[in-house]
């Protein structure tokens, strides 16, 4: 092949990660929460060793898995105390004798009872309390996912799979927006050892937004100063997730599995631990030790960030924060409980969230 193919080739697969100054950085940030206890008790550190219907979301090439019946994921947590809601569920189907898996999984984040205030003041000046309504600003995901083996022997394991994600977006009758995009992943797992490679939003991942107001909420915009949004496309750019895991048998019936993810964004400077441009890394780890594959618990940390030192007055101190995470599970035949606590800070008034997830696994043979 000549250089100069090579080169146009190089161009047009890397063409989507050229201009990201145009691309929001914050964009869908609820795609970004985790799945699932067992992996957000873990820091979130999941490519590498991610085997169960939650990999739709960590890595789908970790979907192949699921083998022998489907397998059903369930997951609540509140954020904010209590004003967030975000729930997931996934489904899982092994087919064609184990070698691939088909999925789908949902996640939905919500606020809800938000106070429109804007007939709060009467054209007279005076305050009616009986103008303010309520509602809701909802994100929601799609992701259709397929896995397939490579490599399936004693001592290499290899897998392949891809998303195709819907995204719909929707502030009260404001605002809707319709989304899609595509991720990709790669695992593999040689003895004690794994490795995870995914891509999410590979070839940019796009929001359309449309707004509806009234003419009367257009007049009380334009009469408070506020802007009047026009349609926009928001665009998201992709991020790239490797991931390292190492699973130390401690005895017969004890395992620890330990696992290091490095997110990699390529959207200029990020308040992360290594912050550059147009490249960030943003690193988490996590452990988990099983007993006899019933009992577990967990523990991770990550999203490091540069924050204000509490008690500074003169806003001046920074210090680094960060996300710790516990957690802990139990197995009973096909149904697995998991449950996971994390905190978003580790100063003072931290926001704590209690995560609980349900496993199931639909096994005809034990209803037989």
């Given at each position: ?27 869908n940030?609820?795609?970004?929460i ?6 957000l ?44 809601k ?32 804007l ?9 009616n ?11 929601y ?16 394991k ?21 989304g ?17 490679i ?17 003419e009367?909420?257009?007049e ?33 019936s ?47 940390i ?15 101190k ?24 994390s ?8 926001l ?17």
């Amino acid at each position: 092949m000549r250089i100069s193919q090579l080169i146009k080739i190089l161009y047009l697969l890397l063409l989507p990660c050229i201009g990201f100054s145009q691309f929001r950085k914050y964009s869908n940030e609820f795609l970004n929460i985790g799945a699932g206890a067992r992996g957000l008790g873990m820091g979130a550190a999941q490519v590498s060793s991610v085997s169960d219907g939650t990999a739709g979301y960590w890595n789908p090439a970790g979907l192949t898995g699921v083998q022998n019946f489907p397998s059903i994921n369930l997951m609540h947590a509140s954020y904010f105390d209590n004003i967030g809601k975000y729930d997931y569920a996934s489904v899982a189907i092994p087919v064609n004798d184990n070698k691939r898996t088909i999925g789908l999984s949902i996640l939905r984040f919500a606020v809800d009872d938000i106070p429109n205030t804007l007939f709060l003041v009467e054209p007279d000046g005076s305050i009616n309390y009986g103008n303010i309504t309520t509602f809701s600003s909802a994100d929601y995901a799609f992701l259709f996912s397929f896995a397939q083996k490579i490599k399936d022997d004693d001592d290499v394991k290899t897998s392949f799979g891809v998303n195709a994600k819907i995204i719909y977006r929707k502030v009260g009758h404001f605002a809707t927006a319709w989304g899609f995009g595509f991720d990709a992943g790669f695992k593999m797992q040689k003895g004690r050892w794994g490795l995870g490679i995914v891509a999410k939003d590979l070839t940019t991942t796009f929001n359309a937004w449309s707004f509806n107001f009234t003419e009367k909420e257009q007049e009380v915009l334009y009469l408070t100063k506020n802007d009047i949004p026009v349609k926009s496309t928001e665009l998201t750019a992709p991020r790239l997730t490797l991931g390292t895991s190492y699973n130390f048998r401690l005895g017969s019936s004890v395992n620890l599995l330990a696992e290091a993810d490095f997110d990699f964004t390529f959207d200029g400077r990020r308040n992360t631990i290594i912050s550059g441009d147009p490249v960030s890394v943003d690193p988490h780890a996590g452990l988990e030790a099983s007993i006899k594959n019933v009992f577990f618990v967990r523990a991770g940390i990550y999203n490091f960030q540069k924050a204000l030192a509490d008690g500074d007055t003169t806003n001046q101190k920074r210090v680094w924060i960060y996300q710790p995470s516990l957690g802990a599970g139990f197995k009973i035949n096909n149904v697995s409980i998991d449950y996971a606590f994390s905190n978003l800070a580790n100063q003072s008034n931290p926001l704590y969230t209690h995560i609980f997830s349900l496993k199931f696994d639909l096994d005809k043979k034990e209803k037989k």
